[in-house]
């Protein structure tokens, strides 16, 4: 691998764990109600990647499920999460998408797993568990189990994303329209107070949004498969390991996390467990949606 694919691929997981924090800011600082951010933000990668529209997928109603597991619906949960979990938090509690992923490939699809893989599941939510259990997931109350939720229903698209034929960027575009027909009538349902917290900060929002959307959905994750069209998939995705130890890193610098020990021990523990089963061969599982499993 080139220096200049590590760059790229070093740059991508900066702005991914980036995303956290920006996120935490717009619905907890901001106050914007989390499923109407994550309705926006779909709708800004929707107009971005209109032109993807025009071609309408075989078994569309599928590619809208899975889209929408893992665009919308697994960031809508991230989102009312972040309200109260701390970004670090829920950038470790986020890796059970991995053992959750085999395990659904299991369950769903017959995927074979040995002691290795196995190992790394146990690994993966051992850590996850003492992360959950550190003072700042016990602070997170309820927004933790958010997050760990988004994490189940990522890994559910994760696991029918390889069913579907359909390039990961157009599966962007239809999980963006997925995601608006969704979020946006349930949060004029279930939230209020949207227009007033546009108004109360709009340039602020709208740099959170356009950051979510343009430079997170289409700029980093394009870049992210463009690596994956050039070099093997072994070797590009333990890169995205990385991503919950800067989202650590960066929520220590700009949200003021309290890092404690049991948060890095458990931290260290689950990227292992995530290591495990990345480096592991996997026949029904799309891999490079094992630690990113949203779009």
């Known amino acids: 691998m080139t220096l200049r694919a590590i760059f790229i691929l070093l740059a991508c997981n900066i702005v991914w764990a980036l995303n956290v924090v920006v996120s935490k800011i717009a619905v907890d600082d901001l106050s914007v109600p989390p499923l109407f951010y994550a309705a926006l933000r779909s709708l800004l990668v929707m107009a971005a990647l209109f032109p993807m529209l025009r071609k309408v997928p075989a078994n569309l109603w599928r590619v809208m499920l899975v889209g929408l597991a893992i665009s919308g619906g697994s960031f809508g949960l991230l989102f009312v999460g972040l309200k109260t979990a701390s970004p670090s938090a829920a950038g470790i509690v986020s890796l059970a998408s991995a053992p959750l992923t085999v395990l659904f490939a299991i369950l769903f699809l017959r995927e074979q797993v040995r002691w290795r893989r196995a190992l790394g599941i146990a690994l993966t939510l051992v850590g996850v568990a003492i992360a959950v259990g550190s003072p700042a997931g016990m602070e997170a109350g309820a927004g933790i189990g958010f997050v760990f939720a988004s994490a189940v229903v990522g890994a559910l698209g994760a696991v029918f994303f390889k069913r579907i034929e359909i390039g990961a960027v157009q599966m962007q575009a239809w999980a963006g329209l997925a995601s608006v027909i969704v979020l946006l009538p349930l949060s004029l349902m279930l939230e209020t107070d949207q227009l007033p917290a546009l108004a109360s900060a709009p340039w602020a929002v709208a740099g959170c949004l356009l950051f979510a959307s343009i430079v997170v959905s289409v700029g980093a994750h394009s870049a992210y498969y463009r690596m994956l069209q050039t070099h093997d998939a072994n070797v590009v995705v333990p890169f995205t390991l990385l991503t919950p130890l800067m989202t650590i890193a960066l929520g220590a610098w700009l949200?003021?996390?309290?890092?404690?020990?049991?948060?890095?021990?458990?931290?260290?523990?689950?990227?292992?467990?995530?290591?495990?089963?990345?480096?592991?061969?996997?026949?029904?599982?799309?891999?490079?949606?094992?630690?990113?499993?949203?779009l």
């Open 255 to 294: 949200t003021g996390d309290e890092i404690g020990w049991t948060l890095l021990l458990g931290a260290g523990i689950a990227v292992t467990g995530v290591a495990i089963i990345v480096l592991r061969p996997t026949r029904n599982v799309f891999k490079p949606l094992l630690v990113r499993p949203r």
